[in-house]
């Protein structure tokens, strides 16, 4: 029992003096206060890329808001192009009722002249 409670102080002894120890190429730096330094870098790169990702969130959502206006623009001309191809139907309609009522009074006169007699030339 005793000798595994010497290795165990040893063991201990040899882990203090480990953590404690200069990391190779990084000079008076434990190996503990290197990895936290690390630790802390990994931190500060993932906060500088969720920074990136937020500003490139609010240029995506402004520049969403800047087409979906023209959109809307676009949406409006449309709107007035279909306005006026409504004017123009309703003027074709006025304009085939003319023509109907021309038709009409055509076909009558034609009847009155046939009636009275009349006979086309064969020109």
């Known amino acids: ?13 040899r882990l203090s003096a480990f953590e404690t120890a200069t990391f190779s190429g990084v000079p008076k730096l434990s190996i503990a206060d290197r990895l936290d330094e690390v630790h802390n870098r990994v931190d500060r790169v993932g906060t500088n ?10 240029e995506m959502d402004q520049r969403f808001d800047k087409v979906d ?8 001309r449309f709107e007035q192009v279909d306005a006026r191809f409504e004017q123009v139907d309703a003027r074709f309609d006025k304009v085939d009722a ?3 009522g021309i038709d009409g009074d055509l076909a009558e006169i034609k009847g009155l002249l046939i009636s009275m ?3 086309a030339s064969p020109n």
């Open 117 to 119: 007699g009349a006979t």
């Open 98 to 100: 003319r023509f109907d």
């Open 69 to 76: 206006a023209r959109f809307e623009q676009v949406d409006a």
């Open 49 to 58: 890329i969720l920074a990136k990702i937020d500003k490139l969130h609010v």
């Open 1 to 13: 029992m005793r000798s595994q409670h010497r290795e165990i102080i040893d063991l201990q002894i």
